[in-house]
């Protein structure tokens, strides 16, 4: 299994408060990629990152936005959180880009009231 | 626009062998992944085609049309460990992105 962890793996919080969700990695890969996991809808890109410091927007990157100051590090912020935030939320790796395999970390549940 | 489809829920009886359909449009095209997913748990990786034809893996066989626009996946010999979802994913640009599908729920039953 590829070395991935993320934390917290679960979380309550309200309505208008800041929430930082973090992804590490000790595979030193590249490629870096937050999804959120909807019922009905599957997996969606938020945000990811092709290196430290490089970031591009995803599919559903409205009200988030994500860091990445080390190779082993993606953190994702909610800076006001809503109750439409609510999911779950899985961290990808990959070693590269157009030829590897994205490899998922085992997921933070969030629930915003 | 971006478009994956495939179908919501298959049952199917251990032993026996279950095809999920996926057919996919997409701006961009670069392999086309399948993931299974366990209830509560992270998707793991079962395979990924990239040119026409089919792949296969002990159990499991995935098949691509690009020109179709069409994949599927073959579990055999089902086992009730492989009632979980079953992900398809298309990966869209050379940035890695993948468009998944709201994937298939397998139920395997005695």
């Known amino acids: 299994d590829a070395g991935i962890t993320q934390s917290p793996r679960h979380k309550v919080t309200e309505t208008g408060t800041p929430v930082t969700l973090r992804c590490h990695q000790t595979?030193?890969?590249?490629?870096m990629y937050w999804y959120r996991q909807d019922p009905g809808h599957g997996l969606r890109l938020i945000h990811y990152s092709y290196g430290v410091k490089d970031t591009d927007k995803g599919e559903v990157s409205d009200g988030y936005s994500v860091s990445r100051s080390k190779t082993e590090d993606f953190l994702l912020t909610l800076e006001s959180a809503t109750s439409s935030q609510t999911s779950v939320y899985f961290c990808a790796i990959s070693e590269s880009s157009d030829r590897e395999t994205q490899y998922f970390g085992p997921g933070t549940r969030l629930l915003v009231l | 626009g971006q478009n994956i489809d495939q179908p919501t829920e298959m049952t199917a009886t251990e032993g026996a062998i279950v095809q999920i359909n996926c057919t996919y449009q997409t701006s961009g095209f670069n392999g086309l992944f399948w993931y299974q997913q366990h209830a509560g748990e992270a998707p793991t990786f079962l395979s990924y085609?990239?040119?026409?034809g089919l792949e296969e893996k002990g159990r499991f066989s995935s098949f691509l049309s690009r020109s179709k626009g069409y994949s599927y996946l073959l579990l055999k010999e089902l086992q009730m460990k492989d009632s979980a979802s079953y992900l398809c994913a298309a990966r869209t640009d050379s940035w890695g992105k993948l468009q998944f599908g709201a994937g298939t729920q397998v139920v395997v039953t005695p």
């Open positions: 595979e030193n890969h590249r490629y």
């Open positions: 085609n990239v040119l026409d």
